[in-house]
């Protein structure tokens, strides 16, 4: 099946604002994204308590932002997403939780070239199982470890695929199960068409290992569960 382009999935996002408004319930599709999202906050606060300017890669609503500013107030904030609705949204959010200064950037993060330590902060919620080919991933990541500060972190969280195969049908029949108590079997198979459509998610090893590879050295996990993850990397 040919993947969706990166116009599809900008329309797809285009037109759903209003849901991804919601700090509760904005990713009901996604196993613990509620507590996933604390996690990051919590982890980017504890870990980089002096941060002073996040990048949030594929902001949406601006969500993971504004959990974050409950840590770390009045922090200067660059939102990159695809959607302008979803800027908007964002800019509208974040701008009556901080005085710092709020940029905005639509485009695609293979696209952008970051400027070189700028950042002390970078979140990444729901958005890099879009990225396609390795050497994508590898540019991608690449370009997080030069765009953060030394002391600075990357926080991810996010659907990934498993490397074993029987483990990867294991976690594809316990997330339909999630989705089917959460809804019915109607939204699971919707979910599931437009995951098999739009995404390309890799493990988590796969990513991790990526981290050290570009040139974190100080990698970790923060939770995972149904073929969800949520982690990070220090840059020394």
Known sequence: MAKSTVEEIRQRFDADVARFSNLETGQSATVDAPLAMALVAKAAAAVTPKGRHVLDVGCGAGNYTLRLL???PNLD???VDLSQPMLDRAKERVGAATTGTITLIQDDIRNIDL???RFDIILAAAVLHHLREESEWE?????????????GSIWIFDLVDCAIPALREMMRQQYGEYLTKFKDEAYRDHVFAYVE????P?????????????????????HQNTGFAAF?????
Request: charged share 25%.
């Open 70 to 72: 409950q840590h770390l």
């Open 115 to 117: 400027p070189a330590g």
């Open 139 to 151: 540019a991608v990541f690449s370009k997080f470890h030069r765009a953060l500060r030394p002391g």
């Open 202 to 222: 890799r493990p988590l090893v796969f990513q991790l290992e990526l981290l050290r590879r570009v040139g974190f050295n100080q990698v970790d996990v923060l």
């Open 197 to 200: 459509k739009e995404d390309t």
């Open 77 to 79: 904030v660059t939102l």
């Open 232 to 236: 990070g990397a220090v840059r020394d």
